[in-house]
């Protein structure tokens, strides 16, 4: 019924079809060629007993326009059904298709199982459609008259098989059991203490001295690879290869303050065992949060979010992700201060934008990793925490997005190396209405002073500034703020690139 009414909506002319308007239409030789044609389709194919052809009107409702039937039966241009299918109505909209009704539909005619395909003009519109019915009693012998025919082969090669398998299995079920779990014992890496399989079947003879030197090769192999990788390999289920792709991504770098000069003064195994423990924390947080880490550069760790897994809220979790870090941060610098260790002090780098992302590399050997304008960035923002004395900084386009949601300050507008333009950048602080280190007084006070910054109200900001140092201490960004209108109420600049351009080169 589908290639039926697939094949026979592509030989009605659509443009013979269009004019067939009004009743008055069916003594046009249009709608007599199309109506024989219908005609033909039912008495090649006994079984069907409806064919038509039908249309939305202008009032959205389904209207019979050719009917193969004569007679009282007969459905005219323009009469209207409304006891049709989902299956029905969908074939009249883009893309096109060709449907059959999941289940008999019942109507004024009887019980029948429909197929319906769009009939499309010259310019790729549908403008109407074919249906084709068979009644439900024929489909039902059909159907058991299969059903009876596939129950009795079943039921033959059932009997068969069994016979067969019975012979079979008597003859290698012993050598195949011992094979599959030797199978078994390599997928685990057990490589040692195997009895090789004895069979007099050929097949199996050769199974077995593959099996074994496949066991050779892996022993060797994993003098050179760790068995965790050698295992995350064999569990793959298609070969890697190289593929990349643009998308929006949001990256994270992380770097630990004065690492070299950490890791100069203290026992090695004991850095090892530190850092492992905080690799391990880090780490956990950053995949809780359905990050992809990328790779451990160091002491730093480079990841990203929204790929391979789709994330729409991926923003959000790398800045949620970056908070959990340093809270979890802060707790084991005091358990490593407890036991003399120095505290290992992480500081962020974020930004959102796309990059590409895919198996990067040559056809031997792989990696699943991004590069792009939009990562640099991401590094260069981590590298300013240096400079503002600050734990996370994010990118313009990060703010832009998670807003509402965490706590921020605008540090400053500069133009990192690599870039040509001004960006603005802030320091997340935590979730909204929650201040860190901070409190809700000097970010207040803070943001009036950025804010106569940028107004060029030179004095006020001087004021507002100098307020800030005195009354809450020292503060990197408040005093970089406090040198700069200092300068320019003396020399003020000549325009914003003076201000920015060249002072923000990092």
């Known amino acids: 019924m589908h290639d039926i009414a697939g094949v026979s909506a592509l030989k009605i002319d659509p443009e013979k079809h269009k004019v067939l308007m009004t009743r008055e239409d069916e003594k046009r030789e249009e709608y007599i060629e199309i109506k024989n044609y219908l005609k033909e389709i039912r008495n090649i194919n006994p079984d069907i007993r409806f064919v038509y052809t039908y249309r939305l009107n202008s009032n959205g409702q389904i209207e019979f326009v050719v009917d193969s039937e ?85 039921i033959l090669v059932s009997i068969f098989v069994l016979i067969l398998g019975l012979i079979i299995a008597k003859m290698i079920s012993t050598p195949l059991s011992e094979l599959t779990s030797i199978i078994k014992m390599i997928e685990k890496l057990k490589l040692d203490n195997q009895k090789a399989v004895i069979s007099n079947i050929k097949e199996i003879t050769e199974i077995s001295e593959s099996v074994d030197n496949m066991k050779k090769a892996l022993k060797s192999f994993r003098k050179y690879v760790p068995a965790d990788l050698v295992n995350e390999l064999m569990s793959m289920h298609k070969e890697a290869i190289l593929s990349v792709e643009k998308k929006e991504l949001t990256i994270c770098f992380t770097d630990i303050e004065n690492f070299t000069t950490i890791s100069e003064k203290t026992d ?76 290992l002090n992480t500081r962020f780098g974020i930004n959102t934008g796309e990059a590409i992302v895919g198996n ?101 900001a001087l004021s507002t500034f100098d307020e800030i140092l005195k009354k809450y201490g020292f503060d990197k960004p408040s005093s970089i703020f406090y040198e700069r209108c200092q300068k320019y109420i003396k020399n003020p600049p000549l325009d914003d690139n003076d201000i920015y351009t060249k002072m923000n080169r990092r």
């Not at 310019?123 to 039902?140: F, L, P, S, T």
Request: net charge negative; with cysteine.
């Open 70 to 154: 004569d007679g009282i039966d007969a459905s005219h241009i323009g009469e209207i059904y409304d006891e049709y299918t989902n299956e029905m109505i969908d074939v009249l909209y883009k893309p096109y298709k060709i449907n059959t009704d999941k289940e008999f539909t019942v109507d004024k005619w009887g019980s029948w199982l429909s197929s319906y395909a769009p009939i499309v003009d010259s310019n790729g519109n549908i403008i109407a459609a074919i249906g084709i019915d068979v009644d439900a009693k024929k489909v039902i012998e059909y159907e058991n008259k299969y059903l009876l025919t596939i129950m009795f082969s079943s």
């Open 268 to 343: 090695l195994e004991i850095l090892v065992e530190k850092l492992d423990e905080y690799f391990d924390g880090m780490t956990r947080i950053l995949q809780d949060n359905y990050a992809t880490i990328d790779k451990f550069i160091g002491d730093s760790i480079m990841s990203f979010w929204n790929s391979p897994k789709r994330l729409d809220n991926h923003t959000f979790l790398a800045c949620k992700a970056a908070l959990e870090c340093l809270k979890f941060n802060l707790e084991l610098n005091e358990r490593f201060n407890k036991v003399g260790f120095p505290s």
């Open 360 to 460: 990067i590399g040559y056809q031997e050997r792989l990696n699943y990793t991004i590069i792009g304008d939009n990562v640099n960035l991401a590094s260069r923002l981590e590298g300013l925490n240096k400079y503002y004395e600050t734990r996370i900084i994010i990118s313009e386009n990060v703010y832009n997005t998670v807003q509402e949601n965490f706590e921020f300050r605008l540090l400053d507008d500069v133009i990192v190396k690599g870039k040509t333009y001004p960006i603005k950048i802030y320091e997340l602080i935590d979730f909204k209405n929650c201040y860190g280190k901070y409190n809700k007084e000097f970010l207040q006070i803070y943001s009036e002073g950025v804010n106569y910054f940028y107004e060029k109200k030179w004095n006020e």
